[in-house]
């Protein structure tokens, strides 16, 4: 019955892309995020439902009067620069057929991402694409949220087979990244009924990200608070909220992931568990590796031979477990650097929107919205250097949204200033007429 009703689902939207490529936008985050071909049981599991989407959005796209430029900001400059690089590291190394698959799937995504970011001319556009990625991931926490509660906390939640967020620090990271969006969302509704379905959202979410029982989660939602409470016009609303529920919802779960949280931070090195001493090894591999070339061990570096050449301990294979060390291993000291510049270039355009529309009602919006996403990349940056999510498409997906928002408020003060200014002129060149 599933198979049939994605089917029928597909068969109607389908239609609905060939009319407005951005409908294309909304069903492809949607069967990007929430992977719901993996919740069926029959013969759509193996189809690539997002491959037919993306390429009938695409054609439609190109043969519509949508724009076909993208603006050219610094965050989106250091974008294209990452893709060069990445090209670059592709070029230098071996072809395997691991290699070439991850690399097709790296420009499958990253090139659709440039299409959602020539079709965010909108700010109605911008809401209805975070809408539908918050409640296609949302629907994950919404879900992992009761389990955490009907098991008392001692059931591991775990995302949806064959995503980027399968496994459940994968989870509990982008739950992490999605709620401080579904809070501008809320700020911004006007219906009280989508308003209690998406605190419904936020709240088993939180305890979603608690029944993943991931440390860097947990680091994350600690990071992504502050950083919230800092960000909020109602700080002490927020503070009476969080000091209410988070002392019920740690005292709720059971000893087991109490002990694994305390396991966060040792006295010495030789203390962390086997799985944290791993990430270690992997770590220093990865800056070997980086000085020892320029583009270090390519898309597939965590080998063995690597290992065996750069690693302290040669035997102990585990991937990078880090978007720092994942870039640094795969692509070198440069294409680290570009990685960080092109977030901090995201940073900057955040603070910049805030900024020019401080005080302004009527752009509140832009400026509520730079400010969550700014808490999501802080999740992402903290609880990123513990997991290895760095082609991971929901950042690059804040990154665009944050230049789409930049490239709106420049147009609509603009549009301000040549208004003030017209009747100014209007009446010099009145006053010179005889």
Request: aromatic fraction near 14%.
């Amino acid at each position: 019955m599933r198979d049939i009703a994605l089917v029928l689902v597909l068969a109607w939207v389908i239609p609905q892309i060939i009319k407005r490529p951005f409908i294309g936008v909304l069903v492809w985050c949607w069967i990007s995020y929430m992977v719901p071909q993996r919740l069926v049981f029959g013969f759509m599991q193996s189809m690539p439902v997002a491959q037919v989407v993306a390429i009938i959005c695409l054609l439609t796209y190109l043969f519509s009067k949508e724009p076909k430029k993208i603006p050219l900001r610094e965050p989106i400059i250091w974008l294209i620069l990452l893709y060069i690089w990445m090209f670059l590291t592709y070029l230098v190394h071996d072809k395997t057929p691991y290699i070439n698959s991850l690399a097709i799937k790296v420009v499958k995504i990253q090139f659709f991402t440039l299409i959602i970011f020539a079709m965010l001319t909108t700010r109605k556009r911008i809401d209805m694409c975070l809408l539908v990625i918050s409640l296609s991931i949302g629907f994950y926490g919404f879900k992992g949220g009761i389990y955490t509660v009907l098991s008392g906390g001692s059931g591991r939640v775990w995302g949806p087979p064959g995503g980027f967020f399968e496994g459940n620090n994968e989870l509990g990271l982008t739950l992490v990244m999605i709620i401080p969006i579904i809070f501008y969302l809320i700020s911004h509704q006007t219906n009280k009924w989508v308003k209690w379905g998406l605190w419904a959202v936020i709240g088993f979410s939180a305890l979603s990200v608690l029944g993943t029982h991931s440390r860097g989660a947990f680091l994350s939602i600690l990071a992504a608070g502050l950083f919230l409470w800092l960000k909020s016009d109602r700080k002490m609303l927020l503070a009476l909220a969080l000091i209410v529920s988070m002392p019920f919802a740690y005292n709720f779960m059971p000893d087991a992931w109490h002990e694994r949280m305390s396991t966060i931070v040792e006295d010495n090195e030789e203390d962390y568990d086997g799985s944290v001493q791993g990430r270690f090894n992997a770590w220093r591999m990865a800056f070997n590796i980086s000085n020892d070339k320029v583009f270090a061990g390519g898309f597939d570096a965590a080998t063995p031979e690597n290992f065996i050449r750069y690693a302290p301990d040669p035997l102990d294979f585990h991937d990078f477990h880090s978007i720092y060390f994942q870039m640094l291993g795969k692509h070198g000291w440069g294409g680290l650097f570009i990685f960080l510049m092109m977030y901090y270039a995201a940073w900057r355009t955040a603070n910049s929107i805030r900024k020019k529309v401080s005080g302004d009602s009527e752009l509140k919006w832009a400026r509520d919205l730079s400010a969550m996403i700014q808490v999501s990349l802080i999740a992402y940056a903290t609880g990123g250097a513990f997991l290895g999510m760095a082609y991971f498409d929901l950042p690059f997906h804040f990154l665009i949204t944050l230049v789409a928002v930049h490239v709106l408020v420049d147009k609509e003060l603009q549009s301000r200033k040549e208004k003030i200014q017209q009747p100014v002129q209007s009446k010099t060149l009145w006053s010179h007429n005889p």
